[in-house]
């Protein structure tokens, strides 16, 4: 078997074999990113079956993401020394998928509850009828409330001797409630109502212990209390649970993960087997020196030095380009450079981002330039957003006034209800077609004085808006119509979201800036309206020659030839929300307050290292240094491995002199380091050239080429420091 393996390219080291070779009782394997765990588990599986003669069906690989447990299915179809069909009995799946098929073979019938917006809604009006909609935050609320249900505290459990909590509980009391009533379950459900199901009928207990003799979790650093207690549960009889992660690459802490478990293996199986493994495989020695010198300044974690085998030809590439669209400019300019030029493939790149909203301008140039990607995003395209349709509304109805589609979108923003309003407007206008349908309004019954006022000023902006810049008639409906609303609404769900609504406008009137006609701009945005409807649509080709766009969470366990982290900056990674930690969870279950701020910002920190180590053999680092005309410093968790003291003097420097955030595009600093030493001549590379010809001379972004780096402590000189590669 084991040869089998190596003629796949796959020579396990020691602890790995050992590891594979271990069949019998608890083992932990507790590793840094890139060292084999995920392969181990795979070799694991082939061994059982090839050498053991286990049962196939009798195996049971459990994960969390659903991409990482489709790899992991795919890796187990390729084992060798399996007969035919073996393979396909395995059970590779994430806890939610494996639980679910449980919940439905016992009847349970429940729709999903998926998408976060819709639980959103539903607590937003529980916060409107309690009166509550200015003192809580739904998406705060059902992330705590996840993180109580995942730490396995009852609604009878949770904390009530404030005010606060006591409104907490009712609020969370109500959405249990409503949830039942529609005959729905969210995700938590799923474990929630397996592990019910699992504690009070004993024969179906029975029969999965009977069935899966051999348990096995990747990644089980995500792994909260109930998820712990569902495995120990079915493990119970013969205890042959094997679980690997790595406490550096905790990121769901927000739902309840703790790395607590990992670190206490031991603990609940005292005669653990525990095998480390320290070295990387995967990541050229710089990528891994970088992500030990990032990850080594937590201080919730077992200090661990991970190794390299693959010793430098390349060093890390940092970016400071001046916003986030001359971002997705150069790194498109560089990656079709290395397509065309160096004979790589687009599928070899991967776009990491931490939220989603972070990835709209590469989205959009990747659209207009016509270089295949693929988008691992379900969310709804920026310009569909609540916020900012009914703006795009109005410039559609300034091109094409009959357009009922647009009127349909923008109708709330007249008070009008929408499906009675349009209603009546088609009614009016089949008989009598108006040029601009909106003005039938006019007759609407029970219109009061201000709406018809509103009607009309607003038919005579549309009208206007057609003649202006885009970015021009944006300003004037918000001029126009939302500084106002925004203003003067007494709405409380409105006026709760101001900044939202603000900031999402400011991002549009951003977007808007690169085009001079109206026409234009819309034709542009209907057109990522439809690709974004067809890619959705679409049954992802994960062979596809494409650049891979995800979040960093999305990424976790996966791995790519080249990785470009993008928005790098202070507010984006760290996300401002861990920023703001000690104000947002006042009643966070899992620690005290004092430790909140410090949580929140180590787990941004094991996102970026987990965003690092993603990366095979090329890493790209990029900050913008304007998002939506706010200056934003370089990352904390780069700044002081990136950039000298001399460099973040400059950028202090610039930053002040630049008044106006639009003539500062691209202000960055102007020298590229190179490093003292490193790698082959020819490696330190700047991507897509500092500035292509033909470029403003303002857009000067930044290009450093960064060896592997010296402790934060050390300033100048830096002498890249290669980790130590091993032979093996
Ligand atoms: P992560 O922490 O990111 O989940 P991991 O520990 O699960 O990483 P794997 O994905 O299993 O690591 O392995 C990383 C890479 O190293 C893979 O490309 C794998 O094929 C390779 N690899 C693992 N072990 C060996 C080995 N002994 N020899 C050569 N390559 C190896
Ligand atoms: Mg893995």
Known sequence: FFRGLESQGLYLNRAQIQAVRHTQGPLLTLAGAGSGKTSVLVSRTGYLIACRRADPSSILLVTFSSKAAAEMKERIMALPGLRAGEAAKVTARTFHSFFLYLLRTRGYRQEILGNARH??????????????????????????????????????????????????????????????????????????????????????????????????VDEFQDT????????????????????????????????????EFILEFDQTYPDAKIITLDINYRSLSSIVGLGNEIIRVNQRRRPKLLRSTRKSGSVPLYLRPGDPDQEAELLLNH?????????RSYRDYAVLYRTASNSRAIFEQLVMRDIPFIHYENGELFYEQWVVKPVMDHLRLSLDRRNFHAMEGMLHTLYVNRDKGMAFIREKDAPRPKKGPLAHLLSYPGLKDFQVEQIRERSKLIKGLQAMEPVSAIQEIRRRFYDKFLEADERQELTLHKELIQEGLDEL???????????????????????????????????????????????????????????????????????????????????????????????????????????????????????????????????????????????????SEAADPRRTRGIGLETARRPAASGRPGSSRTAGGASSAGESRERKPITVTVPVTGSPERREPKPPVEMETVNV
């Open 509 to 655: 009137e951003a977007s808007a800036k690169r085009f001079k006609e109206v026409s234009e701009f819309v034709g542009f945005v209907d057109r990522l309206i439809d690709i974004h409807r067809e890619m959705a649509a679409m049954k992802r080709d994960e062979e596809a020659d494409a650049i891979r766009l995800m979040t960093i969470h999305k990424s976790k366990g996966l791995e790519f030839p080249s990785v470009c982290l993008i928005g790098a900056s202070e507010g984006i990674l760290p996300h401002s929300s861990s920023l703001l930690a000690e104000h947002l969870d006042d009643h966070h279950p899992l620690s005290d307050k004092e430790d909140k701020a410090l949580d929140a910002l180590e787990e941004e920190r094991r996102l970026a290292y987990v965003a690092i180590t993603r990366a095979r053999d090329e890493l790209i680092i990029s900050s913008p240094a304007y998002y939506r005309g706010r200056k934003t410093d370089v990352s904390r968790f780069f700044r002081d491995v990136f950039l000298t003291e001399e460099q973040r003097e400059q950028a202090r420097g610039k930053a």
């Open 224 to 259: 909260g209390l109930l998820p712990y207690e569902l495995l120990k549960l079915i493990v119970a009889p013969h205890r042959n649970l094997m679980v690997v992660g790595d406490d550096d690459q905790t990121i769901y802490g927000f739902n309840g993960a703790r790395n």
């Open 119 to 216: 639980q959103q809604f539903i607590i937003k009006r529980i916060l409107r009828e309690m009166g509550l909609q200015d003192r809580y935050e739904a998406e705060t609320l059902l992330s705590l409330w996840s993180a109580y249900r995942m730490n396995m505290t009852g609604m009878n459990e949770l904390p009530g001797s404030t005010p606060a909590e006591v409104e907490q509980r009712e609020i969370f009391a109500r959405y249990e409630e409503w949830k039942v009533a529609h005959d729905q379950m969210d995700f938590d459900d799923i474990l929630v109502l397996s592990h019910r199901l699992l504690t009070t009928e004993p024969a179906l207990l029975a029969s999965l212990q009977r069935r899966y003799r051999y348990v096995m």
């Open 335 to 343: 990656i079709t450079e290395e397509v065309r030029e160096r004979g």
